[in-house]
């Protein structure tokens, strides 16, 4: 499984993004799609999830600000609201397998005035 993030950028505060990963090879044996960040400094933390089913999960920090989606070829989106200077950081996709977990190159998000 390759993963491709892409979409990030500079931001202002209260502004949006939408990031996606596009998966390619071996797509039918990803079970989930996770998204997780980087900030300066900081360990990479979990930001959101989306099953197979397409239950979803998020940090408690971007609720009701981001939403996570996919389409049927497994690519995954992340739509990024009301984003806040602390949403700064690099971005991440992952995908999930029953053998291994897989992670894509990153994005950078940069939310500034």
């Known amino acids: 499984v390759q993963l491709q993030a892409s979409g990030g950028g500079l931001v202002q505060p209260g502004g949006s993004l939408r990031l996606s990963c596009a998966a390619s090879?071996?797509?039918?044996?990803?079970?989930?799609m996770g998204w997780y960040r980087q900030a300066p400094g900081k360990q990479r933390e979990w930001v959101a999830t989306i099953t197979g089913g397409g239950s979803t999960n998020y940090a408690d920090s971007v609720k009701g600000r981001f939403t996570v989606s996919r389409d049927n070829n497994k690519n995954t989106f992340l739509q990024m609201n009301t984003l806040k200077p602390e949403d700064t950081a690099v971005y991440y996709c992952k995908a999930f397998t029953v053998r291994r977990d897989y992670w894509g190159q990153g994005t950078l998000v940069t939310v500034s005035s």
């Open positions: 090879g071996s797509i039918f044996s990803i079970n989930a």
